[in-house]
């Protein structure tokens, strides 16, 4: 055998090797079906604070973790999540039924968002600082949000995700509801407060 051809297989072994690490190192979450998820929209109206909370929706991610330490989060290459308006509910049914009209549910179900770019910031204890930049869609009007989200990688390898934001509704061309003949309207600006739950999966390659 050669010089030359020892020295390309060489280079092909460890490049495969190189290669599969990367690919070992990749994993494929979905949201989970767990009681502390959840995701609330939040706001104020001329008489009082209103909550609109969900716990079922759905979503996946692919976590990069650093090769051969399955806590250590490197990277965060892609996320989605989907929710569908009317698993958002109240107290007060009026309010449910005047957002569910401003919000066009009968043209556009889910309100879903599909992640751009992110940067992973370390802290201490398996706790990660997730920069985000994704395409947030409600009302079939979609907007380009940055997001600071917190993460957890848990003892049971699952991962929590919480963040927060602040949106207009006038931004994705939706009326802020009203009900009780217009005594009560609601305001411009609403909050989103999320918590979710991410659990392991094979990644298909397929």
């Not at 939706?174 to 999320?194: E, H, N, R, Y």
């Amino acid at each position: 055998m050669t010089k030359n051809l020892k020295q390309n297989l060489l280079s092909v072994l460890v490049f495969t090797l190189g290669f599969s690490q990367i690919l070992n190192s990749q994993s494929l979450y979905k949201i989970n079906d767990s009681k502390d998820m959840h995701m609330k929209l939040s706001g104020t109206s001329t008489l009082h604070k209103w909550t609109m909370n969900a716990r079922t929706f759905t979503g996946e991610a692919e976590f990069v973790f650093a090769p051969g330490n399955s806590s250590q989060l490197a990277s965060l290459d892609y996320l989605t999540f989907s929710l569908v308006v009317k698993n958002l509910k109240s107290d007060e049914k009026k309010l449910e039924k005047n957002a569910y009209k401003a919000l066009k549910t009968d043209q556009y179900k889910d309100i879903s968002y599909e992640l751009k770019s992110s940067r992973v910031l370390p802290e201490k204890n398996n706790k990660y600082l997730i920069q985000t930049s994704g395409n947030l869609s409600i009302a079939g009007i979609t907007k380009l949000v940055t997001m600071d989200v917190s993460c957890v990688v848990n003892k049971n390898k699952t991962i929590t995700c919480t963040g927060s934001d602040k949106l207009k509704m006038s931004d994705y061309q939706v009326k802020p509801p009203s009900f009780m003949l217009g005594a009560m309207k609601t305001g411009d600006a609403i909050g989103l407060d999320f918590t979710m739950v991410f659990k392991k999966y094979p990644l298909d390659r397929n």
